[in-house]
């Protein structure tokens, strides 16, 4: 059964960091595409970044330079290192393959708030 657990959300103040973690379980890790998703107060869940199996990343433009996605095939787990975050980077932050399964994860909160 497909499991997916996000964890290292917390409160920071702006400018602050954060690393956020997804461990996956129930299928081939490394046979996939892998992305964090996000979903702010009141919006639909957005895209934020992906690794493809190849280890190529891409993101979405307003975290470009900031954020930095990775991967751990041994441990099929992938990683979001969130730097310089600012106040509308608040939102549940989750990951998934791509294309993406259900059921999502819990998703992790990350509040950016002085």
């Known amino acids: 059964q497909v499991h997916l657990v996000e964890s290292g959300g917390g409160l920071v103040q702006p400018g602050g960091s954060l690393r956020l973690s997804c461990a996956a379980s129930g299928f081939a890790f490394s046979r996939n595409a892998w992305a964090w998703y996000r979903q702010a107060p009141g919006k639909q869940r957005e895209w934020v970044a992906t690794m493809s199996i190849g280890g190529s990343t891409n993101y979405t433009d307003s975290v470009k330079g900031r954020f930095t996605i990775s991967r751990d095939n041994t441990k099929s787990t992938v990683a979001l290192q969130m730097n310089s975050l600012k106040p509308e980077d608040t939102a549940v932050y989750y990951c998934?393959?791509?294309?993406?399964?259900?059921?999502w994860g819990q998703g992790t909160q990350v509040t950016v708030s002085s």
């Open positions: 998934n393959r791509l294309p993406t399964i259900k059921p």
